[in-house]
C-alpha cells in the first residue's frame, strides 16, 4: 500500500526555524518526484518546493532564499526545511508523489498521483 506520511509541523515564531518529513513507502522503486504544497485558509492549494530523482530542484519565489528541499533516498524520506519563516507561511503542508519520470508541471496539484494526509505549520508569536 502506498502511502505518505508528513511530520514535523507546529507552532514557531517568525524568523524561527522547522524541518518538515515526508516519509514514502510501497512505492516498488524511488519515487520520481515529491513535492511541497501548501494551503491557507481561503487559499488555493500552492506548490512550494520539488526535488527529483535526477537532482533537480524547483521552488516558488515566495520561499525563495527561505527554504530549501531535500531527499534520502535509502531512508525514502524527503525534508522541507523552513528557515526564517514568515506569518504568511501558515498552512497546512502536503508531500505529493509523482512515481513515474515524465514531464509534468511541478506546481500543478493534479500532476500528481499520490497525497500525504497534511501538517500544519502556524507561525505566530
Known amino acids: 500500500q502506498v502511502q505518505l506520511v508528513e511530520s514535523g509541523g507546529g507552532l514557531v515564531q517568525p524568523g524561527g526555524s522547522l524541518r518538515l518529513s515526508c516519509a514514502a513507502s510501497?512505492?516498488?522503486?524511488?519515487?520520481?518526484?515529491i513535492t511541497w504544497f501548501r494551503q491557507a485558509p481561503g487559499k488555493e492549494r500552492e506548490g512550494v518546493l520539488c526535488?527529483?530523482?535526477?537532482?533537480?530542484?524547483y521552488e516558488a519565489e515566495s520561499v525563495k532564499g527561505r527554504f530549501t528541499i531535500s531527499r534520502d533516498n535509502a531512508k525514502h524520506t524527503v525534508y522541507l526545511q523552513m528557515n526564517r519563516v514568515e506569518p504568511e507561511d501558515t498552512a497546512v503542508y502536503y508531500c505529493a508523489a509523482l512515481p513515474n519520470k515524465r514531464r509534468f508541471f511541478w506546481g500543478i496539484a493534479v500532476e500528481y498521483d499520490y497525497w500525504g494526509q497534511g501538517t500544519q505549520v502556524t507561525v505566530s508569536l
Open positions: 510501497g512505492f516498488t522503486s524511488d519515487v520520481y518526484a
Open positions: 526535488i527529483t530523482s535526477d537532482g533537480n530542484t
